[in-house]
């Protein structure tokens, strides 16, 4: 798993997530994650368009994540989700806790004006 940052016109960290978030994907980017989704109140948008993969371990990571920045003033949306990616989002109702966008500009949006 692969964890790339990226500051969107000052306002909006994007970290785009690529590989399987399972146990051994999700334990490569543990620290580095907590650290960029924990650390301080930031408006994170979570790209998920090339996680191929998301198992128990990663939604736990995912919802730690926006619990933390909830905790802190942040705010936490997942976007582009894989359609199989998606599917295990609304499955496993994470999307009831974590808002889900189609895309980057609309994660973008609902997060400025939040």
Not at 39 to 49: C, E, G, L, N
Request: glycine content about 8%.
């Amino acid at each position: 798993m692969q964890m790339t940052l990226e500051e969107a016109d000052g306002q909006v960290t994007r970290i785009i997530l690529a590989g399987r978030m399972d146990l051994e994907g999700t334990q490569a980017i543990d620290q580095s994650f907590a650290f960029a989704t924990s650390t301080q109140p930031k408006r994170i948008a979570v790209d998920m368009s090339r996680v191929t993969f998301l198992a128990s371990i990663g939604i736990r990571t995912l919802l730690i994540a926006a619990r933390a920045q909830a905790g802190r003033g942040g705010k936490f949306v997942l976007c582009n989700p894989d359609p199989m990616v998606r599917k295990v989002i609304v499955t496993a109702g994470i999307d009831q806790v974590i808002p889900v966008f189609d895309d980057f500009s609309g994660a973008c949006d609902a997060l400025k004006a939040a």
